[in-house]
């Protein structure tokens, strides 16, 4: 007993160098509560300075340093590969956007809408963070549902940051929908150990009766929790609502880092179970994104308001992200690792657009933006936006388009290597959505750049040129798909 516990600890220790990256969030995080407890009057904006300059730090050593594990870590529980660094990557790039959102909102005097509580803010986004970092490592059920909730508690908080009665309701819509999507996943789990009497995803993979009803129900009830976190189909109801009431700089936080943490644990218990190669498995998942591309695109149609078209484009590319669950080759993973970046930027360019419309007009409302394409301060930003437009909508020469072109493609990898006609479909279907997509996405130019009206507003300076940075981002990416990939 003695020599087994002395080989869990030295298990323990030896895994201790690959984590340095969240041991060193959790001591920013930590930081953070001390500094906004010892200068509790004085004003903490820099808080987010150095949570951004951290995290920077972080990303330069995830790049450069960090390096791949053969072996499981924390006695089985975690796994370090490439795909889990790229992604940790990605998630500190989601809080760096985040605290620059928050930068330059606090300094804006005159908005409307003025944020305070810097702590408060950085201490929920940096536990978030922690989670989707252990969210993409996880190798066993209960890592992973702890992971699950550590992302999902400070999301439900930011919700009602605001504390009005609309952030407030749509807080409690939010932490109930998740609370029954967490005791979902959770039962499905439980399924899954009393069938294999394993909680580590290799040990589920030995099962010997993989097409049982009961081990295949179990496998569907575990993902329930991470296609809500996806925003996808039937896990899709609380998004419009959560969109529309909360903080801009949430909405933006929790529409990008929460998704990746879920998509890489999914794609990983799809793959490692072996799951992905079970036919019934598969059409849950193709069922569920066709369902999620049509709900998300036909609803957006007849949105007026930027925020809430922006909550049904997200259960939209929930969908293409199931859907890019199915194949295990290369290139789906490279498809949803791309598609994931994509995502991200276009995401965080819009909500920086739409936050700045709202602290000028008071609404974010299509027809306050007409006209103001043709105002002076949109030389460079105007057309910035267009770009992350038409890269959520997947057209040339923007990265969208080869995110959607790799998800398509691994479905035609699907139907060659399967002889399925139901692959085909669902990619002809696909492409039906983007159609579909252009009709409402298209509002926003043909606002932005409306004919005979010329509308006028400042955006703030600083953020109007991470707009920019973001658009040209989207460009290059397009061009040099390895500066990602």
Sequence with gaps: M????????????????????????????IGVILIDLIFAKRNKKYLYAIVGIGLIGDVTYLSLLAEESVNKLMLFTLVQDNWSIKLRILSDVCVILLSIHLYFNSTNESSKTKLSGEGEWM????????????????????????????????SYLLTAYKGDKKGVEASIKYFLFGAVATAITIYGMSIMYGLTSTIDLQGIASYNQPFSPLFITGAILVMMGFVFKLGGFPMHIWVPDVYQAAPIESVAFFSTLPKIGATVFLYRF?????????????????????????????????????RRLMGYSTIANAGLIVIALLNKDEIAANALFYFLWVYVIANYAMFYFIGEIEKEKGTDDLKQIEGLGWSNSAALWGPAVILAVVSLIGLPPLAG??????????????????????YIIVLFLGLLNTAISLVYYLKIPFFLYRRNVKGHIHLNIALSRFIVILGVFLVLTFLIPSLII
Excluded: C, R
């Design 2 to 29: 003695g020599q087994d516990l002395s080989s869990k600890l030295s298990n323990i220790v030896e895994s201790l160098p690959f984590l340095a990256s969240e041991v060193g969030i959790a001591a920013l995080l």
């Design 123 to 154: 201490t929920m986004a940096l536990g978030l963070l922690i989670g989707a970092h252990v969210l993409t490592m996880a190798n066993d059920f209960i890592v992973a549902i702890l992971a699950l909730e550590l992302m999902s508690l400070p």
């Design 270 to 306: 799809l793959v490692e179970t072996t799951l992905i190669e079970n036919t019934y498995v598969n059409y849950f998942l193709l069922s569920t994104g066709v369902i999620s591309m049509f709900i998300g695109n036909l609803a957006a149609i007849f949105q007026n308001g930027m």
């Design 401 to 422: 388009f080869t995110a959607k072109l790799l998800i398509f493609t691994s479905l035609w990898e699907l139907y060659n290597a399967n002889s399925n006609l139901i």
